[in-house]
């Protein structure tokens, strides 16, 4: 298991609903979409929480393998979508070196790519985004974490 990058960035599940309402608005100035694509895992919360926004009931999902925790290896593609991805839209949770995002758009390259979070390495391959944050901070999405003690700061700070 590798370690978690110094910075994270965690997200809760009412921030989350409100950056893919925000992404959702962006997007309903755009389309009409016939359908989505989510790339699993991470597209799939956002990619609901857009479609019951834009009222888009066809949805499909892009599955690949990626990263394993915090490090990235070969990527795996289990299942793509038919088409070239004319008047489809995209959506995955975040772009980080946007390698994903490169695989997924060579699969669909007439699609919109829209992504909640963007860092500056994935950024040039999405359309629509709605957050930028830095590229030595990690995401930590709420399907991913609990609550639990945390020692004081200053407690952290004299070792
Ligand atoms: O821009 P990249 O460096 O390629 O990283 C971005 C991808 O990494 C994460 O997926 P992950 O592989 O962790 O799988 P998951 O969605 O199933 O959690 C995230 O959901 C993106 O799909
Ligand atoms: N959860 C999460 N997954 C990622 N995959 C690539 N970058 C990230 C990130 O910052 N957070
Ligand atoms: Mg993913």
């Known amino acids: 298991m590798s370690a978690p990058p110094d910075k994270s960035f965690p ?5 989350l609903h409100r950056n893919a309402k925000a992404l959702a608005w962006r997007l309903s100035e755009m389309g009409p979409f016939t359908g989505i ?15 019951r926004e834009l009222d888009i009931r066809l949805i499909d999902t892009v ?23 004319h008047d489809w839209l995209i959506v995955d949770d975040l772009v980080d ?35 930028e944050v830095s590229q030595d901070t990690w995401i930590l999405f709420p399907w991913d974490i609990e609550p ?12």
């Open 37 to 51: 694509a989510a790339v699993t895992r991470g597209g799939l919360v956002p990619a609901a929480i857009v479609a």
């Open 11 to 15: 997200v809760t599940w009412e921030e």
């Open 63 to 85: 599955c690949i393998i990626s990263y394993d925790e915090f490090s990235q290896g070969q990527l795996k593609v289990l299942k793509g979508v038919a088409g070239d991805g």
């Open 148 to 159: 639990q003690f945390i020692q004081p700061i200053a407690k952290r700070r004299n070792g």
């Open 97 to 131: 070196t946007g390698r994903t995002a490169r695989a997924v758009r060579e699969m669909l390259p007439k699609a919109h790519f829209a992504t909640i979070y963007a860092k500056p390495a994935g950024k040039p391959l999405v359309d629509t985004y709605v957050t």
